[in-house]
């Protein structure tokens, strides 16, 4: 043990000296009350004085990255010794806070150099990369356009028909260099993982996009335009990414339908499969009531106590493709459902299904297949009287 008193007063340092004098076995020599009757002081002043003017350290009470010793100030510190196993101290702590705040800010600098790096030109761009670019700025832009509010500051947004796919509409327009993220974005939504791995809380993340307000107005306003809505409807990549919009609305109906029943799972490759040949058959709204019967048989099923929790859910994706098959093999009329209200159509969907392709929530109640064959002429009659 060292004690270092950091006083000259000679009748201070004997205080300390007794108060942190040990015995053979390493406890105290002098209790406190003994203390003050030799110095002549109240009992509860000692500690005080001697915490003021020393402390003591041991070699083996230290930080567990810099190896300097601890600095104690009083016995009962002294006597809870093990609580400093395998911490680090104050400088030490505050260096790594730092340097995890330096970590975060230099990748958000790197994704903004490297966008900056491989500016493309808005003329550049690939239909998908247009399509999410305009719904994001749609529903998350500010005035100028070439910011991004981040989703959790706009809990009402409805840039897609789910979560995950906002998020999946974001991630994209980062890795095509189509945005980095801004200096406003909380630094708690990058997580560094071992070996320099990070995670984007997408979710928290504001965007900034590299393009000039001219730019992103000219490009948001081709979808008003006739010229390039014809373009549009001849292109495979558009029907692909209504495809995808369709798919995601589904799902959201069958998570919304899920939460209602308290069963829940993450969809896979599996039911985004029985999803998608659903949709080969029939609308939206037709699906919706496939999800419907499926999760209602599924939870009746697990009322009755056929079944557990998990594989309650996990059953609802084979009764939605045995509903359809039933459907197909019997030539049933499925009956549409309505929106639902809490599901309301997304911004993505408004800008697909209205701008471009002229209907009312097309998307949601008629087949793509449907909706393709659409051409301008026609497109003004109703869809059902075809
Ligand atoms: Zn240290």
Same mark, same amino acid.
């Given at each position: ?6 006083? +000259? $007063?000679?009748?201070?340092i ?16 002098y209790?406190?009350?003994? #203390? @003050?009757?030799?110095h ?13 003017? =020393?402390y003591?350290?041991f ?9 300097v010793?601890?600095?104690?100030? &009083? ?12 911490? #680090? ?7 790594e806070? !730092? @340097?995890? %705040?330096n970590?975060?800010?230099?990748? %958000?600098e790197?994704?903004k150099?490297? $966008?900056?790096s491989?500016?493309k ?7 998908k ?18 910011q991004?509010?981040? /989703?959790? +500051? ?15 509409? /974001?991630?994209h327009?980062?890795?095509q ?9 909380p630094?708690? &939504?990058?997580?560094? !993982?071992?070996?320099?791995?990070f995670n984007?809380?997408l ?10 307000s001219?730019?992103l107005?000219?490009l948001i306003?081709k979808?008003? %335009? ?8 001849q292109?495979?990549e ?11 609305e589904? *799902? @959201?109906?069958l ?12 969809p ?6 029985a ?10 709204a !037709?699906?919706y009531s496939?999800i419907?019967? =499926?999760?209602k ?14 594989? @309650?859910a ?6 939605? &493709?045995?509903?359809?098959e039933? =459907?197909l ?20 969907? !408004? *800008? ?13 109640h ?7 064959s659409?051409?301008?002429d026609?497109?003004?009659?109703p869809? =059902?009287?075809?």
């Amino acid at each position: 043990m060292l004690l270092e008193v950091k006083t +000259d $007063v000679k009748s201070l340092i004997d205080v300390c000296k007794d108060y942190w004098q040990l015995n053979d076995q390493g406890s105290f020599t002098y209790t406190v009350r003994e #203390i @003050a009757d030799k110095h002549s002081m109240e009992a509860h002043v000692v500690s005080n004085l001697v915490s003021k003017h =020393a402390y003591v350290s041991f070699e083996d009470i230290c930080c567990g990255s810099c190896q300097v010793p601890y600095h104690l100030t &009083s016995r009962s510190e002294y006597k809870s010794r093990n609580l400093y196993t395998d911490t #680090i101290c104050q400088t030490c702590s505050d260096a790594e806070k !730092q @340097a995890l %705040i330096n970590k975060k800010l230099s990748i %958000i600098e790197s994704i903004k150099s490297a $966008v900056l790096s491989d500016q493309k030109d808005t003329q550049q761009l690939t239909l998908k990369d247009i399509v999410f670019l305009a719904s994001a700025i749609q529903a998350l832009g500010h005035d100028n356009l070439s910011q991004l509010t981040s /989703l959790a +500051d706009n809990p009402s947004c409805t840039l897609s028909p789910e979560s995950a796919s906002d998020r999946m509409i /974001l991630r994209h327009l980062i890795d095509q260099r189509l945005s980095w993220i801004s200096g406003s974005t909380p630094l708690t &939504s990058i997580r560094i !993982q071992d070996d320099d791995v990070f995670n984007l809380d997408l979710a928290n993340c504001c965007l900034e996009i590299p393009f000039q307000s001219s730019d992103l107005m000219i490009l948001i306003d081709k979808f008003s %335009i006739e010229k390039y809505q014809k373009e549009f409807k001849q292109s495979e990549e558009f029907f692909h990414v209504c495809s995808e919009v369709q798919l995601f609305e589904c *799902l @959201a109906f069958l998570k919304y339908t899920l939460s209602e029943h308290q069963l829940h799972f993450s969809p896979g490759d599996k039911t985004q499969l029985a999803m998608s040949q659903c949709l080969r058959y029939f609308s939206i709204a !037709q699906t919706y009531s496939l999800i419907w019967r =499926a999760v209602k048989d599924s939870a009746a099923y697990y009322m009755r106590g056929g079944i557990g929790k998990r594989q @309650a859910a996990n059953s609802v994706v084979g009764n939605i &493709s045995r509903n359809m098959e039933k =459907a197909l093999a019997n030539n049933w009329d499925v009956m549409p459902f309505r929106r639902n209200y809490k599901l309301p159509q997304s911004t993505i969907s !408004q *800008l697909l299904f209205n701008t471009v392709l002229g209907t009312d929530d097309g998307g949601f109640h008629y087949k793509l297949s449907d909706l393709k064959s659409l051409d301008s002429d026609i497109s003004t009659q109703p869809l =059902a009287s075809r």
